[in-house]
């Protein structure tokens, strides 16, 4: 039986989930035998399980589930003409205040005018800092030779437009999508791996007709926020958030944020943005290719609009942790569970034989192979099986199968559920039957 969770505090959560990523194999500090190196992490065998989980859940409803919407994979490094037209060049800036006491360096918008680090109010002037890493394309560094990182995916979608409008047959309303790494040079990286210099993007551009681009703006804001609460966060810890005109980017008509109730309060996790034909028009003026769609039905010529739901997936991973961790009681003994969505766990099931003894080893080998083909499994036969099973509670998986001695008898074994820990016993030959049908939501 399991009795409702304490709340934990939320300095407590936030602990409680780097502790975890870290001892279970999700998250550890990136070159941790050289010291590290500031708010860089590698995923370990859990976490990269996880975040292509992520992935596979943006791909599935933005790609898979629809017939408007086609993916590419663009290069990292590209032109850097690309950086120009965009604006990344000129305005992809965050100000930047050096404290002349302790010599931190901040984002003037993230403090309140002291700073965080020694208290002290004597701070330089904020002056822009533009976040894209630069380097050299190469043996020469040489300015002609001079190539970034890109600091979002989405220009690798506006400059294949008409590759994919004519390679495709596509007609607007169609979307470009898009999954990859992205960089920034962030000032004050932090909170794990909320806000890192390397993240991981999912992108959809969306061009419409000009005139449809706000109705296309809420159906992505109410499609996106949909997609946060199937793969199981509550809907009391999102809310979207309309940005003010002050804070909108360059490019942006009007944008929202998809936010998420963090430990330290909001944050976002998606932004949603009307970028008009901004990028399309400034890539037509810069390369001199037209950009325009030229509908043959109506004989009507247009630059399309565009709107972008841009999320993190890397900062989703940890709001789905953050999300799931729980704690709660059985039969008297405290234990840590992680009430993560199937999709999304590392592992969709556990296959556990009861003993080492090499009698159960065939058996349970072939419930393992049976499981294997649909789902990513785990094979765990040692420690008791109550250690087992809590160890499976704290990294999500949803199901284990044991494998006993009566199964070589009976040809059946005892199915357990994470959440209400209910066993069920089954035929082998319906195992997997019976966990797919459970598993596919
Ligand atoms: P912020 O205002 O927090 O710097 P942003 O508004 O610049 O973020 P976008 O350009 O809208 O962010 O990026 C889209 C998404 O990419 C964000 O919602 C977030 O999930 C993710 N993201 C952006 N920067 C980072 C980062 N440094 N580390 C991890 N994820 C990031």
Wanted: glycine share 6%; proline share 6%.
């Amino acid at each position: 039986m399991t009795t409702p969770p304490e709340p934990l505090t939320d300095h407590g959560l936030f602990d409680a989930v780097v502790n975890l990523c870290k001892r279970r194999g999700f998250v550890f500090p990136s070159a941790e035998i050289y010291g590290g190196i500031r708010s860089t992490y590698d995923y370990g065998p859990l976490g990269a399980q996880m975040l292509r989980n992520v992935r596979e859940a943006w791909w599935r409803a933005m790609i898979q589930e629809r017939d408007d919407v086609v993916p590419i994979d663009a290069a990292i490094l590209t032109n850097p003409k690309v950086w120009e037209a965009s604006g990344h060049l000129a305005t992809f800036t965050d100000p930047l205040v050096d404290c002349r006491n302790c010599k931190e360096r901040w984002r003037a918008d993230q403090i309140d005018g002291a700073c965080p680090n020694c208290g002290s109010t004597d701070l330089t002037e904020a002056r822009p800092f533009n976040l894209m890493f630069k380097t050299f394309v190469g043996p020469v560094e040489e300015d002609a030779s001079v190539a970034y990182l890109r600091p979002e995916t989405a220009q690798g979608m506006f400059v294949n437009f008409l590759n994919v409008v004519t390679s495709m047959r596509r007609k607007p309303p169609f979307g470009i999508a898009q999954i990859g790494r992205a960089f920034r040079n962030e000032i004050t990286p932090g909170n794990f791996v909320f806000r890192t210099r390397e993240f991981e993007m999912m992108e959809m551009e969306f061009f419409v007709p000009p005139a449809d681009s706000p109705r296309w703006l809420q159906y992505w804001c109410e499609e996106r926020l949909a997609w946060y609460q199937r793969y199981g966060i509550a809907s009391e810890k999102l809310r979207l958030r309309p940005h003010d005109t002050e804070e909108l980017s360059h490019y942006s008509s009007g944008t929202t944020d998809v936010e998420f109730l963090f430990p330290w309060g909001w944050g976002e996790l998606e932004g949603i943005a009307n970028r008009t034909d901004y990028d399309l028009s400034a890539h037509e003026e810069h390369s001199g290719t037209t950009l325009e769609y030229f509908d043959q039905a109506t004989g009507e010529r247009y630059v399309p609009h565009v709107v972008e739901p841009a999320a993190g997936a890397t900062r989703t991973m940890m709001a789905f942790l953050l999300a799931a961790y729980d704690e709660d009681e059985i039969g008297g003994e405290r234990r840590t569970v992680l009430r993560l969505h199937p999709r999304i766990a590392p592992y969709q099931v556990a296959v556990l034989p009861l003993s080492k003894k090499e009698a159960l080893t065939p058996l349970a080998r072939d419930v393992l192979h049976r499981l294997q083909r649909y789902l990513m499994c785990e094979y765990d036969e040692t420690q008791s099986i109550g250690r087992r099973y809590r160890r499976q509670d704290e990294i999500g998986t949803p199901y284990c199968v044991t494998v006993d001695f009566e199964s070589l008898v009976d040809e059946q074994v005892t199915v357990r559920e994470r959440d209400s820990t209910e066993q069920t016993r089954l035929p082998i030959d319906d195992v997997v039957h019976h966990l797919l049908e459970r598993l596919d939501l």
